[in-house]
């Protein structure tokens, strides 16, 4: 190879590019993912072609063509903006036996009773699919099965059925005789997802890719993959519960961070249209280390309870352990506890989790996280009916959050009474006029005694640092 021609060696996971192999990707830091390129060749001048459509103003084109048509399926066409888009490429990703082809089958067959469906499976034979079916109740005419792994086949189908929705159980178990390497690999992946997009633009056809997903969570597969298509759905949930949760990661046609939660059973899988109090534990008695919240998902303030139990241990280095929150996020605020509020919990073993199997990323759990531990290690219940809502500092100070009034109104429709909110969350205007679920009047927030009246009983205390919030609970 001469020396103007040196090999290149590319990235297939985002495409980072090198002149010589290495082990690990400079860019994604991803391991053994480089793979050679071929010859660097010079930019070469790219001649004018045929266009499929001329270019027209943008206020031209027609927009009803492609407008959101519903799957049957209330808490998946809310997750997804209304539901399926013509020519939309939507990627399902989630672990082994999670439920993602129970859902899909399901809403093939709402959409299946007015429109044509084809569903493909790479992964079970046909006969299987059609027990499932069976098992849920998803029998129809116009839901048509096809049991294919190669690509080309694939098309073929969806020529000669003309389907308005393809579902495609795996894309990892697709393969293309055009690529090199095995179904699943990166290239493989590439070349079937391209080819699947291109497909589904062409013919105007809503398409739904189920994708599988790595030990730590993330989708398989080259990162281009989530590039291509329009919609990234994250199927989440516990093994041990029944409850399953699809989360937007992103979306082209609707809001994205959107949740949708179903039940699952076995007659098949039903959307819950009100999670509120699902993620709350009745106690009978106040108990030590448990205090509860409010997050938002998407558009939806979800309560949501936090426990954590503290104990002494001998050994060298003392247990972090969470489930349900992010554990970076859980060693932060237990490092502003031992320095802010000098909690004596360096060689306690500190575990934390959630409950019902939710998974909290909003930084508005940080106060609750912090009163839990405060309680849990104290062994001291807090208030009954208290919920409390606050990002933490790293110096201690009480971070607003958006939506405290929706967050209060929903705690208040579940009977909570008393709330710890950071100052600045509720303003000094006039009295609102919108009333929330259950009655009563919001009354303007008096900055002198910081404290609000959301409804008739219940009461919202305005704090500005964890010391603070210690104080009032006390």
């Not at 894309?171 to 590439?190: D, F, H, K, L």
């Not at 989530?226 to 093994?239: A, I, K, M, S, Y």
């Not at 709330?419 to 008096?446: E, F, I, M, Q, Y």
């Not at 008739?456 to 210690?470: H, I, K, R, Y």
């Amino acid at each position: 190879m001469s020396k103007t021609a040196k090999a290149t060696y590319r990235c297939g996971e985002c495409g980072w590019t090198t002149v010589k192999w290495v082990g690990r990707c400079g860019e994604c830091q991803a391991w053994g993912t480089v793979d050679e390129a071929g010859a660097r060749q010079g930019v070469h001048a790219v001649k004018a072609g045929a266009v499929s459509a001329p270019a027209v103003p943008i206020g031209q084109v027609r927009a009803e063509d492609v407008q959101a048509r519903p799957t049957g399926v209330s808490e998946l066409d809310r997750v997804l903006g209304g539901g399926l888009v013509p020519g939309g490429v939507v990627l399902l990703a989630g672990e082994p036996g999670i439920g993602k082809s129970t859902l899909l089958l399901q809403a093939a067959a709402c959409m299946a009773r007015g429109e044509t469906v084809l569903y493909v499976t790479g992964e079970e034979s046909a006969a299987q699919v059609r027990m499932r079916a069976d098992r849920i109740g998803a029998i129809e005419d116009r839901l048509y099965l096809a049991a294919e792994t190669d690509l080309s086949a694939l098309v073929t189908h969806v020529e000669k059925v003309r389907p308005s929705l393809l579902i495609v159980d795996s894309i990892q178990t697709i393969g293309s005789a055009e690529a090199t390497g095995v179904p699943g690999g990166v290239t493989q992946v590439r070349e079937v997802a391209g080819n699947l997009v291109r497909l589904a633009k062409e013919n105007a056809m809503a398409t739904v890719l189920v994708g599988h997903v790595t030990k730590d969570g993330t989708i398989a597969g080259p990162r281009v993959l989530e590039h291509l298509v329009d919609v990234v759905l994250n199927f989440e949930g516990d093994r041990n519960s029944r409850l399953r949760m699809v989360r937007a990661i992103k979306n082209r046609f609707g809001p994205i961070e959107e949740v949708g939660c179903f039940d699952l059973h076995e007659r098949g899988i039903t959307g819950i249209t009100d999670p509120s109090g699902l993620f709350i534990s009745r106690h009978p008695e106040p108990v030590p280390g448990t205090c509860v919240t409010v997050t938002i998902e998407g558009t939806r303030p979800i309560p949501a309870e936090l426990q954590a139990l503290v104990g002494p241990t001998e050994a060298p280095q003392p247990r972090r352990t969470s489930s349900g929150l992010d554990s970076y996020r859980v060693a932060m605020v237990l490092a502003v506890m031992e320095r802010r509020l000098n909690a004596k919990i360096g060689r306690c073993d500190v575990f934390t989790a959630t409950v019902g199997g939710i998974r909290l990323t909003d930084p508005a759990v940080d106060l609750a996280l912090m009163l839990s531990v405060v309680s849990a290690a104290g062994d001291q219940a807090l208030p009954p009916g208290l919920v409390a809502l606050g990002e933490v500092g790293l110096a201690g100070e009480l971070r607003a959050v958006r939506d405290v009034r929706r967050r209060l109104a929903e705690a208040s429709r579940l009977g909570f009474t008393r709330a710890l909110v950071p100052a600045g969350s509720l303003d000094d205007d006039a009295a609102r006029k919108d009333a929330p679920p259950g009655g009563g009047r919001v009354v303007a927030l008096r900055s002198t005694a910081r404290i609000s009246a959301l409804t008739p009983g219940f009461q919202v205390t305005e704090v500005e640092n964890v010391w603070d919030a210690l104080t009032h609970i006390r």
